[in-house]
């Protein structure tokens, strides 16, 4: 099984710390590092300094790491026009040499919408935006060099685009549709997506929610073992149940209700959540590490659970 490290620099985090984190991650082995996009804080938290942008981040990133893969779960559709999102994630994949992956999503928190400036329209014409972008950011990146690629949407119209520059992957990156709707997720993950994310929700709904997937493979004439089947989950761990305390204290939350809605606990309470992820189909988790100073929390993990997964 994978495991990656996720962030949430919205809630106050500077660059450094990103890199920190990055940096840390890659030596300790584990498989990519990937950062949410918002702009807006959550819950109690001031985010100060302030937000760093996504996209910019893992530029920076991809010129001070070296093996460890990069990505965002997930891009927002609503911040930005597919022709320079495809250009700015084509250039940071040759900037790492073939290492990012692109998790798009419709963009759900309407107050950093607000607070920002940014429209937010409804979750229907959101859901449209998303299908179309990844129309047309799979359909730029895989036009043949010399040929011209057009489209005619709704939401967005390309005229005779060059679909440059070009990724180093081919045919593109790999993409990451996530979420629990039962349908449109599903149905957008099955046409478009290299991976199928369920965030933040229990093996039962995990398992219900992959499964739905298949359908929607199927229903495309798509082999469902193509698409590859991830969660995030907060992560929450030590040595003993002190530790485990402490950690969750200092991210605001219960251990109990993180070990219901998480990954919470010893290293084999840990193990065996993983365990019972992996019988549904799981092939990979982000773990979403919330105190971004807590560089022995990865370190541990990496000593104690990743050997046994």
Known sequence: MDLRIFTEP??????????RVARCAEDAGYDAFFRSDHLLAMGDSSGLPGP??????????????????????MTAATFRLPGPLGVAVAQVDQMSGGRVELGLGTGWYEAEHRAY????????ERFGMLAEQ????????????GQGYSFAGEHYT?????????????????????GSGPRRTTALAARYADEIDVPFAGVDEVAAQLGRADEACRALGRDP????????????????????RRRAAAIGRA??????????????EVVDKLGRFAEVGVERVYLQVLDLSDLDHLEFVAGRVAPAV
């Open 255 to 268: 251990p109990d209700e993180l070990r219901t809605r998480g990954l919470a606990g010893t290293a084999d």
């Open 10 to 19: 919205q809630q106050g985090a500077t660059y450094d710390d990103l890199l």
């Open 134 to 145: 990844l129309e047309v950011l799979t359909g730029a990146w895989s036009t043949p060099m």
């Open 52 to 73: 760093t942008d996504a996209w910019v981040t893992l530029g920076a990133l991809a010129r001070e790491t070296t093996t460890i893969r990069l990505g965002t779960l």
């Open 225 to 244: 073992r193509t698409l590859r089947r991830s969660t995030a989950q907060v992560l929450c761990t030590g040595h003993d149940d002190a530790a485990v």
């Open 117 to 124: 400036g940014i429209p937010f329209p409804s979750q229907r």
């Open 158 to 178: 390309f005229a005779e685009s060059p679909g440059l520059p070009k990724p180093v992957q081919e045919p593109h990156p790999p993409i990451i549709v996530g």
